[in-house]
């Protein structure tokens, strides 16, 4: 079965540090792989998505970038933090077969503070 | 900007239906509707999603008027852990999914 893997599950991080997010996925080759963000009180903000190996989208400017090393692989990644950036960040897997529409699958989440 | 429109909260006494509704007037052709739900502090779970036709699985039904402008999610027997924060989406099978606020329902005993 299908499964994705996030860590670390929350993190606390200053302003001006680095960031790397690892998400995973088992299971399913190929798939359709997106970063969202959920700021304090606010809606899912989808911030990357990749459709294949070394290709990324992005829908918004931002301090951050994404990156797909592997298939089922999607990093994120800062610099150097902002305040903003924190909130509850999610991970989803999607394939995308033929003949049929197949929703997303997220992860666990990680909720990042930076201070 | 999300192209559908739900009520920001409801309640439901656990134990009875709970239908959240969806309104979605400019949908395409080829455009779902899809319902997730997120429980506080957890990752969205995908529910159903349908075109044209009303689809139930073993979580819950959907219901799309004819002319495809609205739809009902169903949860026949609405238990404590149903309570979340419920979203109505409309998307085609290719293109990413856009959350809007959805509704918050509230399941009380």
């Known amino acids: 079965s299908q499964t994705i893997h996030q860590w670390p599950a929350t993190l606390v991080q200053p302003v001006g540090s680095p960031l790397s997010l690892e998400c995973t996925v088992e299971?399913?080759?190929?798939?359709?792989l997106y970063w969202y963000r959920q700021a304090a009180g606010r809606g899912l903000q989808l911030l990357f998505y990749s459709v294949g190996i070394g290709q990324i989208s992005s829908e918004v400017p931002q301090n951050l970038s994404a990156s797909r090393p592997q298939d089922r692989q999607f990093i994120l990644s800062s610099k150097k933090l902002l305040l903003s950036d924190s909130g509850f960040y999610l991970c989803a897997w999607r394939n995308i077969g033929t003949g049929e529409n197949y929703g997303y699958t997220f992860g666990s989440g990680t909720r990042l503070t930076v201070v | 900007d999300a192209k559908t429109t739900q009520p920001p909260s409801m309640d439901c006494a656990e134990g009875r239906a709970a239908n959240l509704p969806c309104n979605h007037s400019t949908i395409s052709g080829n455009e779902y509707v899809y319902w997730y739900r997120q429980i506080h502090s957890q990752g969205p779970q995908y529910i159903i999603h349908g075109l044209k036709n009303n689809e139930t699985n073993e979580m819950a039904s959907l219901i799309i008027t004819e002319d495809r402008k609205s739809s009902t999610l169903i949860l026949p027997h609405a238990t404590l852990r149903d309570t979340a924060v419920y979203y109505c989406?409309?998307?085609?099978?290719?293109?990413?999914?856009?959350f809007g606020k959805g509704t918050m329902l509230l399941v009380s005993p």
């Open positions: 989406i409309v998307s085609s099978g290719y293109s990413t999914l856009t």
């Open positions: 299971g399913t080759s190929n798939p359709n």
